[in-house]
């Protein structure tokens, strides 16, 4: 399984940013999501949706990020809007998956993409 992000970057607060991410090499997604981690802290669930169009958003994502998934494509974006500097960390792609008849549920990330948000 492969995840490739794109769409970090420099803005200033109060700007938006769209972060996407493809997914290869998976079969069986049971839901696509949006992590961050800041320097010094734990990684943090941002924003996720299931298969069955279940989203879940972390309360600091909710009012201004939309994570939106095309399954049939296995392509995931996260729009970001009104961002703040406290936002700023490495966001990472995660795709749980299930493989062959297992219910086990898989993880796989991607390599994380940069955002910077300037006050």
């Known amino acids: 399984v492969q995840l490739q992000a794109s769409g970090g970057g420099l803005v200033q607060a109060g700007g938006s940013l769209s972060l996407s991410c493809a997914a290869s090499?998976?079969?069986?997604?049971?839901?696509m999501n949006w992590y961050r981690q800041a320097p010094g802290k734990q990684r943090e669930l941002v924003a996720g949706?299931?298969?069955?169009?279940?989203?879940n958003y972390a309360d600091f994502a909710k009012g201004r990020f939309t994570v939106a998934a095309e399954f049939a494509r296995k392509k995931v974006d996260l729009h970001m809007m009104s961002l703040k500097p406290e936002d700023s960390a490495v966001y990472y792609c995660?795709?749980?998956?299930?493989?062959?008849?297992?219910?086990?549920?898989?993880?796989?990330w991607g390599q994380g993409t940069l955002v910077t948000v300037s006050s």
């Open positions: 090499g998976v079969r069986t997604i049971n839901s």
């Open positions: 995660n795709v749980k998956f299930r493989r062959g008849f297992s219910t086990y549920e898989y993880d796989s």
């Open positions: 949706v299931a298969t069955d169009g279940t989203t």
